[in-house]
Protein backbone atom coordinates (compact mmCIF):
# COMPACT_ATOMS: atom_id res chain seq x y z
CA UNK A 1 0.00 0.00 0.00
CA UNK A 2 1.45 3.49 -0.22
CA UNK A 3 1.01 6.71 1.21
CA UNK A 4 -2.26 8.49 -0.60
CA UNK A 5 -4.33 4.81 -0.69
CA UNK A 6 -3.24 4.57 2.97
CA UNK A 7 -4.74 8.49 3.39
CA UNK A 8 -7.80 7.76 1.03
CA UNK A 9 -6.58 10.48 -1.17
CA UNK A 10 -8.53 9.18 -4.58
CA UNK A 11 -11.85 9.40 -2.93
CA UNK A 12 -11.06 13.65 -2.44
CA UNK A 13 -10.44 13.85 -6.03
CA UNK A 14 -13.40 13.79 -9.14
CA UNK A 15 -13.10 11.38 -11.82
CA UNK A 16 -11.61 14.22 -14.07
CA UNK A 17 -9.05 14.76 -11.76
CA UNK A 18 -7.83 11.10 -11.33
CA UNK A 19 -7.84 10.92 -15.06
CA UNK A 20 -5.51 13.99 -15.62
CA UNK A 21 -3.44 12.30 -13.00
CA UNK A 22 -3.51 9.27 -14.63
CA UNK A 23 -2.75 10.73 -17.98
CA UNK A 24 0.52 12.97 -16.58
CA UNK A 25 1.81 10.07 -14.66
CA UNK A 26 1.31 7.92 -17.88
CA UNK A 27 3.59 10.25 -19.95
CA UNK A 28 6.25 10.75 -16.81
CA UNK A 29 6.69 7.03 -16.69
CA UNK A 30 6.60 6.50 -20.48
CA UNK A 31 8.19 9.72 -21.45
CA UNK A 32 10.26 11.19 -19.22
CA UNK A 33 11.48 8.73 -16.72
CA UNK A 34 13.84 6.24 -18.59
CA UNK A 35 15.78 9.80 -19.87
CA UNK A 36 15.96 11.98 -16.89
CA UNK A 37 18.75 10.61 -14.74
CA UNK A 38 20.36 11.26 -17.80
CA UNK A 39 19.57 14.73 -18.47
CA UNK A 40 20.61 15.19 -14.97
CA UNK A 41 24.22 14.03 -15.47
CA UNK A 42 24.58 15.91 -18.70
CA UNK A 43 22.81 18.96 -17.48
CA UNK A 44 21.14 18.87 -20.77
CA UNK A 45 17.17 18.54 -21.15
CA UNK A 46 15.28 18.85 -24.40
CA UNK A 47 13.36 21.86 -23.47
CA UNK A 48 12.18 22.97 -27.30
CA UNK A 49 11.09 18.91 -27.83
CA UNK A 50 9.06 18.93 -24.87
CA UNK A 51 7.20 21.44 -24.61
CA UNK A 52 5.61 20.99 -27.89
CA UNK A 53 5.12 17.18 -26.67
CA UNK A 54 3.48 18.82 -23.23
CA UNK A 55 1.88 21.39 -25.03
CA UNK A 56 -0.17 18.71 -27.33
CA UNK A 57 -1.02 17.23 -23.89
CA UNK A 58 -2.53 20.47 -22.64
CA UNK A 59 -0.20 20.84 -19.49
CA UNK A 60 1.25 24.63 -20.72
CA UNK A 61 -1.18 27.08 -18.87
CA UNK A 62 -3.43 24.29 -18.38
CA UNK A 63 -5.67 26.25 -15.33
CA UNK A 64 -6.31 29.14 -17.92
CA UNK A 65 -9.21 29.77 -19.82
CA UNK A 66 -8.80 30.23 -23.45
CA UNK A 67 -7.15 30.73 -26.23
CA UNK A 68 -5.81 27.21 -26.51
CA UNK A 69 -6.01 26.72 -23.12
CA UNK A 70 -7.63 23.73 -21.01
CA UNK A 71 -9.34 26.19 -18.09
CA UNK A 72 -8.64 23.08 -15.74
CA UNK A 73 -9.63 23.53 -11.79
CA UNK A 74 -6.79 23.86 -9.79
CA UNK A 75 -6.70 20.95 -8.59
CA UNK A 76 -6.26 19.42 -11.48
CA UNK A 77 -3.20 21.60 -12.56
CA UNK A 78 -1.61 21.11 -9.17
CA UNK A 79 -1.80 17.04 -9.53
CA UNK A 80 -0.30 17.72 -12.73
CA UNK A 81 2.75 19.68 -11.44
CA UNK A 82 3.01 16.46 -8.85
CA UNK A 83 3.24 14.07 -11.58
CA UNK A 84 5.78 15.81 -12.78
CA UNK A 85 7.74 16.85 -10.32
CA UNK A 86 7.69 13.13 -9.15
CA UNK A 87 9.96 12.59 -12.40
CA UNK A 88 11.85 15.79 -11.62
CA UNK A 89 11.39 19.20 -10.38
CA UNK A 90 13.60 20.64 -13.25
CA UNK A 91 10.30 19.51 -15.63
CA UNK A 92 7.87 20.86 -13.38
CA UNK A 93 10.04 23.97 -13.16
CA UNK A 94 9.53 23.76 -17.50
CA UNK A 95 5.68 23.79 -17.03
CA UNK A 96 5.39 26.32 -14.28
CA UNK A 97 7.54 29.14 -15.71
CA UNK A 98 5.63 28.90 -18.79
CA UNK A 99 1.87 28.54 -17.54
CA UNK A 100 1.83 30.11 -14.03
CA UNK A 101 4.69 32.65 -14.67
CA UNK A 102 4.97 33.47 -18.18
CA UNK A 103 1.47 32.77 -19.48
CA UNK A 104 -0.46 33.64 -16.59
CA UNK A 105 1.10 37.37 -17.04
CA UNK A 106 0.29 37.63 -20.07
CA UNK A 107 -3.57 36.36 -19.05
CA UNK A 108 -3.74 38.25 -16.36
CA UNK A 109 -2.05 41.61 -17.23
CA UNK A 110 -1.86 41.33 -20.68
CA UNK A 111 -3.97 43.07 -23.84
CA UNK A 112 -6.17 41.19 -26.13
CA UNK A 113 -3.21 41.93 -29.22
CA UNK A 114 -0.39 40.06 -26.67
CA UNK A 115 -3.12 37.46 -25.48
CA UNK A 116 -3.45 36.67 -29.33
CA UNK A 117 0.17 36.84 -29.88
CA UNK A 118 1.75 34.61 -27.89
CA UNK A 119 -0.87 32.70 -25.64
CA UNK A 120 -2.16 30.07 -28.12
CA UNK A 121 1.97 29.30 -29.75
CA UNK A 122 2.41 29.20 -25.81
CA UNK A 123 -0.29 26.51 -25.16
CA UNK A 124 0.89 24.66 -27.53
CA UNK A 125 4.66 24.78 -26.53
CA UNK A 126 5.73 26.12 -29.97
CA UNK A 127 6.75 29.18 -28.05
CA UNK A 128 8.82 29.01 -25.00
CA UNK A 129 8.30 31.79 -22.23
CA UNK A 130 10.54 33.01 -19.55
CA UNK A 131 9.98 34.94 -16.64
CA UNK A 132 13.08 38.06 -15.38
CA UNK A 133 12.29 39.08 -12.25
CA UNK A 134 15.16 38.22 -10.18
CA UNK A 135 18.50 40.25 -10.37
CA UNK A 136 22.36 39.29 -9.08
CA UNK A 137 22.04 41.91 -5.96
CA UNK A 138 18.01 41.63 -5.91
CA UNK A 139 16.34 38.13 -5.12
CA UNK A 140 14.04 38.77 -2.06
CA UNK A 141 13.67 42.05 -1.99
CA UNK A 142 12.76 42.62 -6.17
CA UNK A 143 11.62 45.92 -5.11
CA UNK A 144 15.66 47.36 -5.49
CA UNK A 145 15.53 46.02 -8.84
CA UNK A 146 17.91 47.71 -11.02
CA UNK A 147 16.61 47.23 -14.79
CA UNK A 148 15.14 50.44 -16.31
CA UNK A 149 12.47 50.88 -19.12
CA UNK A 150 12.92 54.56 -19.89
CA UNK A 151 10.21 56.47 -22.50
CA UNK A 152 12.09 57.16 -25.85
CA UNK A 153 8.93 58.96 -28.11
CA UNK A 154 6.40 56.70 -28.06
CA UNK A 155 8.98 53.81 -27.49
CA UNK A 156 10.15 51.72 -24.35
CA UNK A 157 14.05 51.03 -24.11
CA UNK A 158 15.26 49.00 -21.81
CA UNK A 159 18.50 47.88 -20.03
CA UNK A 160 19.74 45.78 -17.21
CA UNK A 161 20.63 42.36 -16.34
CA UNK A 162 18.74 39.71 -14.50
CA UNK A 163 20.11 36.01 -12.89
CA UNK A 164 18.36 32.24 -12.40
CA UNK A 165 15.60 32.70 -15.00
CA UNK A 166 14.26 29.22 -16.22
CA UNK A 167 13.97 29.07 -19.37
CA UNK A 168 15.95 32.00 -19.82
CA UNK A 169 18.03 30.61 -23.16
CA UNK A 170 15.38 28.43 -24.77
CA UNK A 171 12.90 31.09 -24.34
CA UNK A 172 11.18 32.86 -27.37
CA UNK A 173 9.25 35.25 -25.26
CA UNK A 174 10.96 36.91 -21.79
CA UNK A 175 8.65 38.60 -19.37
CA UNK A 176 10.40 41.27 -17.73
CA UNK A 177 10.07 43.46 -14.73
CA UNK A 178 11.71 47.07 -14.90
CA UNK A 179 11.49 50.29 -13.01
CA UNK A 180 10.00 53.11 -15.10
CA UNK A 181 9.92 57.04 -14.06
CA UNK A 182 6.73 55.98 -11.91
CA UNK A 183 6.42 52.32 -11.30
CA UNK A 184 7.75 48.62 -12.09
CA UNK A 185 6.20 47.45 -15.07
CA UNK A 186 5.70 44.11 -16.87
CA UNK A 187 6.94 44.12 -20.26
CA UNK A 188 6.67 41.31 -23.23
CA UNK A 189 9.91 41.31 -24.91
CA UNK A 190 10.58 38.52 -27.92
CA UNK A 191 13.68 37.36 -27.29
CA UNK A 192 14.67 38.05 -30.98
CA UNK A 193 14.65 41.69 -30.22
CA UNK A 194 18.69 43.47 -30.82
CA UNK A 195 19.92 43.97 -27.70
CA UNK A 196 18.57 40.71 -25.58
CA UNK A 197 21.15 37.88 -25.41
CA UNK A 198 21.13 35.50 -22.51
CA UNK A 199 24.02 33.01 -21.09
CA UNK A 200 23.15 29.76 -19.97
CA UNK A 201 24.56 29.05 -15.96
CA UNK A 202 26.36 26.13 -15.50
CA UNK A 203 28.08 24.24 -12.93
CA UNK A 204 24.42 23.82 -11.19
CA UNK A 205 24.36 21.10 -8.56
CA UNK A 206 20.36 21.29 -8.22
CA UNK A 207 17.82 21.13 -11.39
CA UNK A 208 20.21 19.87 -13.84
CA UNK A 209 17.47 19.03 -16.02
CA UNK A 210 16.77 22.83 -16.26
CA UNK A 211 17.83 25.49 -18.26
CA UNK A 212 19.22 28.59 -16.19
CA UNK A 213 19.89 31.35 -17.56
CA UNK A 214 21.22 35.47 -16.94
CA UNK A 215 19.12 37.58 -19.28
CA UNK A 216 21.38 41.35 -20.60
CA UNK A 217 19.04 43.97 -21.81
CA UNK A 218 21.27 46.06 -23.48
CA UNK A 219 18.86 49.48 -25.02
CA UNK A 220 16.29 46.83 -25.86
CA UNK A 221 13.94 49.09 -28.20
CA UNK A 222 10.06 47.61 -27.92
CA UNK A 223 7.00 49.56 -29.00
CA UNK A 224 5.10 51.26 -26.11
CA UNK A 225 2.31 48.49 -26.72
CA UNK A 226 4.97 46.04 -25.33
CA UNK A 227 4.29 47.30 -21.77
CA UNK A 228 1.59 44.48 -19.95
CA UNK A 229 -1.27 47.26 -19.42
CA UNK A 230 -3.07 45.69 -16.75
CA UNK A 231 -0.78 46.08 -13.97
CA UNK A 232 1.56 48.21 -12.33
CA UNK A 233 3.99 48.03 -9.35
CA UNK A 234 5.29 44.68 -7.41
CA UNK A 235 1.59 43.38 -7.42
CA UNK A 236 2.04 42.16 -10.97
CA UNK A 237 4.93 39.91 -10.66
CA UNK A 238 3.62 39.09 -6.60
CA UNK A 239 0.75 37.74 -8.63
CA UNK A 240 2.10 35.34 -11.17
CA UNK A 241 4.35 33.85 -8.23
CA UNK A 242 1.84 33.36 -6.07
CA UNK A 243 0.30 31.23 -8.88
CA UNK A 244 3.18 29.10 -9.55
CA UNK A 245 3.85 28.79 -5.66
CA UNK A 246 0.08 27.51 -5.71
CA UNK A 247 1.69 24.39 -7.88
CA UNK A 248 5.15 23.53 -6.25
CA UNK A 249 2.60 23.26 -3.07
CA UNK A 250 1.02 20.55 -4.59
CA UNK A 251 4.83 19.56 -7.19
CA UNK A 252 6.89 19.09 -4.46
CA UNK A 253 4.97 16.24 -2.57
CA UNK A 254 5.68 14.35 -5.77
CA UNK A 255 9.71 14.49 -5.35
CA UNK A 256 8.45 13.17 -1.93
CA UNK A 257 6.07 10.62 -2.89
CA UNK A 258 9.11 9.34 -5.72
CA UNK A 259 11.82 9.32 -2.93
CA UNK A 260 9.34 7.38 -0.54
CA UNK A 261 8.07 5.02 -3.08
CA UNK A 262 11.92 4.25 -4.03
CA UNK A 263 13.03 4.11 -0.48
CA UNK A 264 9.98 1.07 0.44
CA UNK A 265 10.77 -1.30 -2.65
CA UNK A 266 14.36 -0.92 -1.73
CA UNK A 267 13.78 -1.40 1.83
CA UNK A 268 12.01 -4.58 1.00
CA UNK A 269 14.37 -6.11 -0.95
CA UNK A 270 17.51 -5.54 0.48
CA UNK A 271 18.93 -7.92 2.83
CA UNK A 272 20.91 -6.58 5.93
CA UNK A 273 22.11 -9.15 9.01
CA UNK A 274 19.92 -11.45 7.07
CA UNK A 275 16.71 -10.12 7.03
CA UNK A 276 14.99 -7.19 4.86
CA UNK A 277 15.96 -3.82 5.57
CA UNK A 278 11.71 -3.08 6.01
CA UNK A 279 11.84 -5.55 8.38
CA UNK A 280 13.54 -3.87 11.10
CA UNK A 281 11.84 -1.51 13.43
CA UNK A 282 14.47 1.46 12.63
CA UNK A 283 13.36 1.31 9.04
CA UNK A 284 9.58 1.05 9.46
CA UNK A 285 9.90 4.17 11.76
CA UNK A 286 11.61 6.08 9.18
CA UNK A 287 8.75 4.98 6.44
CA UNK A 288 5.77 5.79 8.69
CA UNK A 289 6.80 8.88 10.01
CA UNK A 290 7.61 9.54 6.25
CA UNK A 291 4.58 8.51 5.15
CA UNK A 292 2.61 10.64 7.77
CA UNK A 293 4.26 13.97 6.63
CA UNK A 294 3.64 13.24 2.59
CA UNK A 295 -0.27 12.45 3.53
CA UNK A 296 -0.88 15.41 5.71
CA UNK A 297 1.13 17.79 3.28
CA UNK A 298 -1.20 16.03 0.30
CA UNK A 299 -4.18 16.76 2.61
CA UNK A 300 -3.27 20.48 3.22
CA UNK A 301 -2.53 20.84 -0.71
CA UNK A 302 -5.84 19.16 -1.29
CA UNK A 303 -7.67 21.43 0.80
CA UNK A 304 -5.87 24.62 -0.73
CA UNK A 305 -6.65 23.65 -4.14
CA UNK A 306 -10.38 23.47 -2.90
CA UNK A 307 -10.31 27.20 -1.65
CA UNK A 308 -8.12 28.58 -4.60
CA UNK A 309 -11.12 26.76 -7.14
CA UNK A 310 -13.60 28.62 -4.27
CA UNK A 311 -11.71 31.39 -5.57
CA UNK A 312 -10.78 32.69 -2.18
CA UNK A 313 -7.07 31.55 -1.82
CA UNK A 314 -5.21 34.14 0.07
CA UNK A 315 -1.51 34.89 -0.66
CA UNK A 316 -0.78 33.60 3.04
CA UNK A 317 -2.10 30.73 2.52
CA UNK A 318 0.02 30.10 -0.76
CA UNK A 319 3.01 30.84 1.48
CA UNK A 320 2.23 28.27 3.88
CA UNK A 321 1.37 25.48 1.97
CA UNK A 322 4.61 26.37 0.05
CA UNK A 323 6.79 26.59 3.46
CA UNK A 324 5.84 23.28 5.01
CA UNK A 325 5.51 21.14 1.81
CA UNK A 326 8.65 22.02 -0.07
CA UNK A 327 10.64 21.59 3.54
CA UNK A 328 8.71 18.25 4.39
CA UNK A 329 9.60 16.82 0.91
CA UNK A 330 13.12 17.94 1.33
CA UNK A 331 13.12 16.09 4.39
CA UNK A 332 11.87 13.17 3.08
CA UNK A 333 14.26 12.92 0.44
CA UNK A 334 16.72 13.26 2.36
CA UNK A 335 16.26 10.33 4.44
CA UNK A 336 15.14 7.67 1.88
CA UNK A 337 18.35 8.53 0.45
CA UNK A 338 19.60 7.27 4.10
CA UNK A 339 17.90 4.11 3.62
CA UNK A 340 19.50 3.69 0.43
CA UNK A 341 22.69 3.34 1.74
CA UNK A 342 25.92 3.78 -0.53
CA UNK A 343 23.34 3.35 -3.28
CA UNK A 344 21.30 6.36 -2.07
CA UNK A 345 24.32 8.34 -3.55
CA UNK A 346 23.90 7.39 -7.01
CA UNK A 347 21.80 8.49 -9.74
CA UNK A 348 20.71 4.86 -10.67
CA UNK A 349 17.88 5.66 -7.70
CA UNK A 350 15.88 9.17 -7.38
CA UNK A 351 16.18 10.07 -4.05
CA UNK A 352 19.53 11.89 -3.70
CA UNK A 353 18.41 13.80 -7.23
CA UNK A 354 15.14 15.00 -5.78
CA UNK A 355 17.05 16.43 -2.22
CA UNK A 356 19.18 18.35 -4.78
CA UNK A 357 16.66 19.34 -6.73
CA UNK A 358 14.48 20.14 -3.62
CA UNK A 359 17.01 22.53 -2.41
CA UNK A 360 16.29 25.07 -5.61
CA UNK A 361 12.44 24.67 -4.85
CA UNK A 362 13.54 25.76 -1.48
CA UNK A 363 15.09 29.08 -2.84
CA UNK A 364 12.82 30.13 -5.80
CA UNK A 365 9.35 31.68 -5.66
CA UNK A 366 9.96 33.21 -2.16
CA UNK A 367 12.91 31.48 -0.03
CA UNK A 368 11.90 29.53 3.46
CA UNK A 369 12.96 32.96 5.39
CA UNK A 370 10.51 34.55 2.87
CA UNK A 371 7.68 32.82 3.54
CA UNK A 372 8.09 32.29 7.19
CA UNK A 373 7.86 36.03 8.28
CA UNK A 374 4.51 36.33 5.52
CA UNK A 375 3.62 34.01 8.16
CA UNK A 376 4.80 35.67 10.95
CA UNK A 377 3.45 39.26 9.51
CA UNK A 378 -0.35 37.92 9.21
CA UNK A 379 -0.26 36.22 12.77
CA UNK A 380 1.40 39.59 14.36
CA UNK A 381 0.62 42.29 12.40
CA UNK A 382 4.21 43.08 12.75
CA UNK A 383 6.46 42.94 9.31
CA UNK A 384 10.43 41.66 10.36
CA UNK A 385 11.70 41.76 6.46
CA UNK A 386 13.26 45.00 6.59
C1 LIG B 1 17.22 27.05 -10.16
C2 LIG B 1 16.63 28.41 -9.97
C3 LIG B 1 15.68 28.90 -10.86
C4 LIG B 1 15.16 30.17 -10.71
N1 LIG B 1 14.25 30.66 -11.64
C5 LIG B 1 13.87 31.96 -11.57
C6 LIG B 1 13.04 32.54 -12.60
O1 LIG B 1 12.60 31.86 -13.54
N2 LIG B 1 12.74 33.87 -12.54
C7 LIG B 1 13.20 34.67 -11.53
O2 LIG B 1 12.90 35.87 -11.55
N3 LIG B 1 13.96 34.16 -10.53
C8 LIG B 1 14.30 32.83 -10.53
N4 LIG B 1 15.10 32.30 -9.53
C9 LIG B 1 15.61 33.18 -8.49
C10 LIG B 1 14.97 32.98 -7.12
O3 LIG B 1 13.65 33.40 -7.12
C11 LIG B 1 15.84 33.72 -6.09
O4 LIG B 1 17.05 32.99 -6.02
C12 LIG B 1 15.18 33.81 -4.74
O5 LIG B 1 14.13 34.76 -4.76
C13 LIG B 1 16.18 34.22 -3.63
O6 LIG B 1 16.91 35.34 -4.00
P1 LIG B 1 18.51 35.34 -3.86
O7 LIG B 1 19.03 34.10 -4.47
O8 LIG B 1 18.99 36.64 -4.38
O9 LIG B 1 18.78 35.23 -2.31
P2 LIG B 1 18.82 36.46 -1.27
O10 LIG B 1 17.61 37.29 -1.44
O11 LIG B 1 20.15 37.10 -1.34
O12 LIG B 1 18.72 35.66 0.10
C14 LIG B 1 19.84 34.99 0.70
C15 LIG B 1 19.36 34.41 2.02
O13 LIG B 1 18.91 35.48 2.86
C16 LIG B 1 17.60 35.19 3.30
N5 LIG B 1 16.85 36.43 3.50
C17 LIG B 1 16.50 37.34 2.57
N6 LIG B 1 15.79 38.34 3.14
C18 LIG B 1 15.69 38.04 4.45
C19 LIG B 1 15.09 38.67 5.59
N7 LIG B 1 14.40 39.81 5.46
N8 LIG B 1 15.22 38.08 6.80
C20 LIG B 1 15.91 36.93 6.95
N9 LIG B 1 16.48 36.27 5.92
C21 LIG B 1 16.39 36.83 4.69
C22 LIG B 1 17.00 34.34 2.21
O14 LIG B 1 15.89 33.62 2.68
C23 LIG B 1 18.18 33.45 1.87
O15 LIG B 1 18.28 32.42 2.79
C24 LIG B 1 15.57 30.99 -9.63
C25 LIG B 1 16.50 30.48 -8.71
C26 LIG B 1 17.01 29.20 -8.86
C27 LIG B 1 17.99 28.67 -7.86
Redesign the pocket.
Known sequence: MDTFELYGIDALLTDEERAIRDTVRSFGAARLRPHVAGWFESATVPARELALEMGALGLLGMHLEGYGCAGTNAVSYGLACLELEAVDSGLR?LVS?QGS?AMFAIHAYGSEEQKRQWRPAMAAGEAIG?????????????AGMRTTARRDGADWVLNGT???????SVADVAIV?ARTDERIRGFVVPTDTRGFSSNEIGQ?L??RA?V?AELVLQDVRLPADAVLPGVAGLAG?LGCLDEARFGIIFGSLGAARDSLDTAVDYARVRQVFGRPLGSFQLTQKKLADMAVELGNGMLLALHLGRIKDSGRVSTEQVSLGKLNNVRKSLDIARECRTILGANGISLDYSPIRHASNLE?VL????????HT?VIGRALTGES???
Not at 162 to 168: P, Q, S
Not at 363 to 370: A, L, M, R
Open positions: SVLCFGLTEADFGSNPKLWITNGWKSLSTPSTYEGTTEVLAFA
